[in-house]
């Protein structure tokens, strides 16, 4: 059972296949804290990837090290066709759907619901976690609250479903709001719902897609929920300089890419840039509280880990490792073999590049050692 002394909130924001980060990051965790045997994070907070990562943790917190193995054999032994189907009829057959709807303007075949069917990835979650694990834990003191976000289409609202010790604290601004929900695997496919790559998920008779749309406070649910320190794990890809010299017009995988990169990182960077004056404004008050009209602002610590490499030029080198169909489809989208892009980084479930993402995560978090023990202190 942990006393949480220091209420350090877990933070995963999404990024596709890019989520393998997270694991090598949080592997470093478990070795830079020997002593912690149970879930060193009060709170836990993620979305989309981050979000299936989290329940993971959540749900074993009575051991981190338990967590952080299911998590690296999972992500270390993945093949694409665990998270979305890959054969080649059903890759005919959706390509043959979307050709026929968009000439007939969906008078000779309904609208597809997306691109790709993560069926698969339904099956592996209700295989490999224990959502009931989390309730559990929250009553046994191995967690103060677990989150996760979903964006939801007829609200056009950020909301965060989510399971905490305290009651009656569900929350709701502009745009966003928290409910306190016994959450399952349809939450879970909710906030991975990447919008036209997979197909939208209805929970309580409302259709939601993806957590990272309209999540501009990424945040705000951990320390809601009584964090008071953050450690941050962002995929967002360090990008090198752009090229500059000629080169055709983007593509659209190129801009599919670039689409997906804005949404999980716009927002996060966003809310640390709104953290960071908050902490100034804060640390020059002349030790004056500052209050909003229903709480006290305070100073809150946080760590972020990102990759230290770009993910894109990784991504490149494992671009023979996907199924036949699915290079089919991204050429069709214009990307070819040795071609830089978000796009494959985020749909490229395959062992060879997870691992080597894992890795990176493990030392780009033993670099950040000092910094790591410094928020549990």
């Not at 912690?36 to 329940?55: D, E, H, K, L, Q």
């Not at 070819?336 to 997870?354: D, G, H, I, R, V």
Request: net charge neutral.
């Amino acid at each position: 059972m942990s006393t949480f002394e220091n209420k350090v909130g877990l933070v995963l924001p999404g990024g596709g296949a890019r989520g393998a980060y997270q694991i090598g990051v949080l592997k470093a965790i478990s070795k830079i804290l020997p002593a912690r045997v149970s879930n060193p994070f009060s709170v836990i907070s993620g979305t989309s990837a981050g979000a299936i990562n989290a329940s993971v943790i959540a749900s074993k917190a009575d051991s981190f090290v338990d967590a952080i193995d299911l998590l690296n054999d999972i992500w270390g032994n993945f093949k694409t066709n665990r998270v979305y189907k890959t054969d080649s009829l059903t890759m005919f057959k959706s390509s043959l759907h979307w050709l026929v709807a968009i000439v007939s303007g969906g008078i000779l075949v309904k609208n597809p619901k997306s691109l790709l069917n993560n069926a698969p990835l339904r099956s592996l979650l209700m295989e490999s976690i224990n959502l009931d694990r989390i309730r559990s834990n929250i009553d046994d003191g191995n967690l103060e609250a677990f989150a996760i976000t979903a964006a939801g289409y007829s609200s056009r609202k950020s909301k965060t479903f989510f399971q905490s010790n305290k009651k009656n604290i569900d929350w709701e601004k502009f745009r966003r709001e928290g409910i306190e929900s016994k959450i399952g695997t349809d939450h879970l496919m909710a906030s991975v719902a990447l919008p036209i790559i997979f197909p939208a998920v209805k929970i309580d008779n409302e259709f939601f897609g993806d957590g990272a749309m309209r999540h501009a406070t990424p945040l705000s649910p951990a320390i809601r929920l009584g964090a008071e320190k953050l450690l941050i794990i962002t995929t967002d890809n360090n990008k090198n300089d752009p090229d500059t010299d000629e080169r055709d017009d983007p593509s659209l995988g190129e801009i599919g890419g670039y689409m997906l990169d804005a949404l999980f990182s716009s927002g996060l960077l966003a809310d640390l840039e709104r953290l960071d004056r908050i902490n100034q404004i804060i640390k020059h008050s002349s030790n004056d509280p500052i209050s909003t009209a229903s709480k006290q602002m305070k100073h809150l610590d946080y760590c972020i880990i990102s990759p230290s490499k770009d993910i894109n030029l990784i991504a490149e080198g494992h671009f023979s490792e996907l199924p036949y169909s699915i290079k089919l489809l991204l050429r069709g989208l214009g990307l070819k073999n040795q071609s830089q892009s978000e796009l494959l980084s985020f749909l490229l479930f395959e062992s060879s590049f997870t691992q080597e993402l894992i890795e990176l995560g493990f030392q780009d978090a033993i670099e950040q050692k000092e910094q790591i023990k410094s928020i549990f202190q």
